[in-house]
C-alpha cells in the first residue's frame, strides 16, 4: 500500500544487512589463563530511494531521484580477551583488547582491564577501566533526507561531495571561539567607553 493519491506521508526503504560473528574459546587448550577470541564482519547494502538514502555516484541534480547504484557501509572487528584467577580464585584479572575498521575511518582499538575480588559468595569488589568507540549507524552515515526546506545528511564525505556541508557548517568550538571574540569586543569596547 502507498500513500493515498490526495497526499500523506509514506516511507518505504529497503536495504540489506549481512552479518557474521564467531567466538572461541580456547581455555581448554592454555591452561596458565583462559582465552577468548572473537571477531565480527557487518556490510550494509542500501538501495537508494531517492529520499532517506541516494546514489552518491550521480551528479548532485540527479542524486534525488529513486534507484542508481547501490551503496554499501561496512564495519568489521575482532578482539581477545584473558582472564587469570589467583588465590584460590578469590580475585580475578581480566584484560581485552578490540579493534574495529570502518573504510570511512582509521582503525579504532578499545582496551579494557578489569579487577574482581570475591570477599565472601556475596560480595565482590571490582575496579576496571575501558575505552569504547562506535563507528556512526547507518543514517548518520549515508543519510540524505530532504524535508522541504531543510536537508539531513549523513557525515561521511561522500555524502558531502557537491554540497560544502563539512566546509561550510559550524561547531559547538566554533560557536564558542565566536561568542569569547564577541564577549572580549564588547568587554574591551566598555572599558574604552569608560575611559572617556
Known sequence: MGAPATGGAWMTQRSRTYHADLQYDLSSKIKIFDLLVGADYRLYEVIPDGNNFVDF?????????????????????????????????????????????????????????????????????????????????????LSFVNNGNVRRVGG??????????????YTLASINNFTNAVNADVANGIKKRMLL
Open 156 to 169: 561521511l564525505a561522500r555524502v558531502n561531495e557537491g554540497l560544502g556541508y563539512l566546509e561550510n557548517s
Open 57 to 141: 555516484s550521480r551528479p548532485l541534480a540527479e542524486r534525488t531521484l529513486p534507484g542508481g547504484n547501490n551503496q554499501y557501509y561496512t564495519k568489521y572487528g575482532a578482539f581477545a580477551q584473558l582472564t587469570k584467577r589467583f588465590f584460590d580464585d578469590k580475585l580475578k584479572v581480566t584484560a581485552s583488547g578490540r579493534v574495529d575498521n570502518n573504510p570511512e575511518f582509521s582503525p579504532k582499538f578499545n582496551p579494557r582491564v578489569a579487577l574482581v575480588y570475591t570477599a565472601a559468595e556475596k560480595h565482590n569488589f571490582r575496579a576496571s577501566f575501558q575505552n569504547g568507540y562506535r563507528f556512526p549507524a547507518l543514517f548518520e552515515a
